[in-house]
């Protein structure tokens, strides 16, 4: 977070007397209310800052904004979407003229996600989004941005920010369900990942019974989270995750797999170097298998009545990770089938020269195809290839 965002905040031991000192609060321990509202730096558009161990700090009658976009049941005021939060010390702050620890406060219900059409374009994409809160009608809280091809259903990339600390991320419940936010049409997308839809697409598709490239573990195609619910700290941050424009078909091997490690390694590393990272998360390509007549066939999750295929399944994630004060960066890239062999994936799925061996914080198996085979690559190599990311200054390697 920038440091002018940091100007209130003061360093506060977990024990000891604090008195008057001010307030201090785990973000994993203390604030374990499911319904929190959000937490926002008074008058502004910016979720309140916490240090690098996953602490919110507050001076001494300093003020936290609570928004409740359904309105607050803790305390008891349906009718208001927003309030402020004094310190007074430890977990206790006035609200509304009574003293309540500021674990306890809750909304009637989770706080509303918005998508919002930004004016600028993307490369690649026919939508560019920005996923967050709507705090006031001139408010917005945001929290990634989302590059969408509305015609090819796919999500070029998303972007976002690992703030240090964290991996202090709040432990909240997952949603029942993702959100299509509007997109994808009439189709039934809870329906279109089911494991026995999958078969049967796949199997017209391939023209051939696909049932060896699946079991019930982790052979079949999951919801793949671009920005990581982990990557989040509050848990109304993670539920803005569960949406599908920030997903792509991912085979779950490689999900729980090599992607699961890339996505651990950079969250490690932010905590580790107490830096941050900006982070830009897509796909690319769609990838295939061999059909009836013994040659490739793409592979997609949906047929419309017209016979035209949609939701492809990629060939390759990534997620391009820059320091942004020394502009060091990388990209991680993984194959996003189980299935292909190590010949096709050396002559079809390797973008750029594979410099993995100078990178010592992912703790992957990148060699396992199972796991998806993965390798890392210079960012401004790679983009010579992925032309569809963003303009941003990058200077070397981030090892």
Request: glycine residues 6%.
């Amino acid at each position: 977070m920038e440091e002018e965002e940091l100007t209130d905040i003061v360093e506060i031991p977990r024990s000891g007397n604090i008195n008057n000192a001010g307030c201090s609060l785990s973000l994993r321990n203390d604030l374990k209310n499911a319904k929190m509202p959000l937490l926002i730096t008074p008058g502004t558009t910016l979720f309140y800052p916490y240090d690098e161990n996953g602490f919110i700090n507050v001076n001494f009658n300093r003020a936290i904004e609570l928004v409740c976009t359904r309105g607050f049941a803790n305390p008891d005021q349906p009718t208001t979407t927003i309030t402020f939060a004094f310190c007074i010390r430890g977990q206790m702050f006035n609200i509304t003229n009574s003293s309540m620890d500021l674990g306890t406060v809750a909304c009637t219900g989770w706080n509303d996600v918005t998508v919002a059409n930004l004016s600028n374009s993307c490369n690649g994409g026919t939508k560019f989004l920005d996923v967050g809160f709507q705090l006031a009608p001139m408010r917005f809280a945001s929290v990634y941005q989302v590059c969408f091809n509305e015609e090819y259903e796919v999500t070029r990339y998303v972007q976002h920010t690992l703030y240090k600390g964290a991996n202090n991320y709040q432990n909240s419940e997952r949603p029942n369900k993702f959100l299509k936010a509007g997109f994808f049409g009439g189709e039934e997308l809870d329906v279109i990942y089911t494991k026995q839809t999958q078969r049967v697409l796949l199997n017209r598709i391939l023209g051939q019974d696909s049932t060896k490239y699946f079991n019930d573990n982790n052979y079949y195609l999951s919801k793949g989270h671009l920005a990581a619910k982990a990557d989040f700290v509050y848990a109304s941050q993670q539920r803005t995750t569960f949406l599908y424009i920030n997903t792509a078909p991912q085979w779950q091997s490689f999900n729980g797999g090599n992607w699961l490690a890339v996505e651990n390694g950079l969250r490690q590393w932010v905590d580790t170097k107490k830096r941050d990272l900006l982070c830009w998360t897509g796909v690319y390509g769609v990838t295939s298998l061999t059909g009836e007549m013994m040659t490739d066939v793409e592979l997609f999750l949906y047929e419309d009545n017209d016979k035209h295929f949609h939701l492809p399944i990629p060939k390759l994630f990534f997620r391009v990770a820059v320091e942004p004060i020394s502009k060091l960066g990388v990209v991680l890239v993984g194959v996003n089938n189980p299935h292909v062999s190590l010949d096709v994936i050396k002559r079809s799925y390797v973008l750029c020269e594979d410099v993995s061996h100078k990178i010592s914080y992912i703790n992957w198996k990148r060699l396992d195809l199972k796991n998806g085979y993965s390798y890392a690559c210079e960012v401004n190599e790679f983009r010579k290839v992925v032309t569809h990311l963003p303009t941003f200054d990058v200077r070397g390697l981030l090892v």
